[in-house]
């Protein structure tokens, strides 16, 4: 198995199977400050998870908002729009994690 060095967003190390396509399976870390958001509501192709390190956060799908904290998970198609907003008082950390996008905006 040969593995390729990229570098992701957050993580010190990530190792990728060369035999993987680079939009099979990816992950990266974010992180937000209060009040914050990485980017504004969104979509695309694929399919997306959210994973909470630290923090709470409001994740937003198509209108709809769900409180979401540490140790807690969110699964969604991200087709629709989505986003997710730092509504606490800490630093939110979390890990994204995307498979089979096909490029669609």
Same mark, same amino acid.
């Given at each position: 198995?040969? =593995?390729?060095?990229?570098?992701?967003?957050? %993580?010190?190390?990530?190792?990728?199977?060369?035999?993987?396509?680079?939009?099979?399976?990816?992950?990266? %870390?974010?992180?937000?400050?209060?009040?914050?958001?990485?980017?504004?509501?969104?979509?695309?192709?694929? =399919?997306?998870? =959210?994973? %909470?390190?630290?923090?709470?956060?409001?994740?937003? *799908?198509?209108?709809?908002?769900?409180? *979401?904290?540490?140790?807690?998970?969110?699964? =969604?198609?991200?087709?629709?729009?989505? &986003?997710?907003?730092?509504?606490?008082?800490? *630093?939110?950390?979390? %890990?994204?994690?995307?498979? &089979?996008?096909?490029?669609?905006?």
């Amino acid at each position: 198995m040969i =593995f390729h060095e990229l570098n992701v967003k957050g %993580i010190t190390r990530y190792l990728h199977d060369a035999e993987l396509g680079e939009k099979d399976l990816r992950l990266h %870390i974010s992180q937000v400050d209060p009040g914050g958001r990485s980017h504004p509501p969104h979509q695309h192709g694929g =399919f997306e998870a =959210f994973y %909470i390190l630290e923090g709470q956060g409001t994740v937003e *799908i198509d209108g709809d908002e769900f409180v *979401i904290h540490a140790n807690e998970a969110a699964v =969604f198609n991200p087709r629709k729009m989505h &986003g997710l907003r730092n509504d606490g008082e800490t *630093i939110l950390r979390y %890990i994204v994690l995307r498979a &089979g996008d096909d490029g669609m905006q």
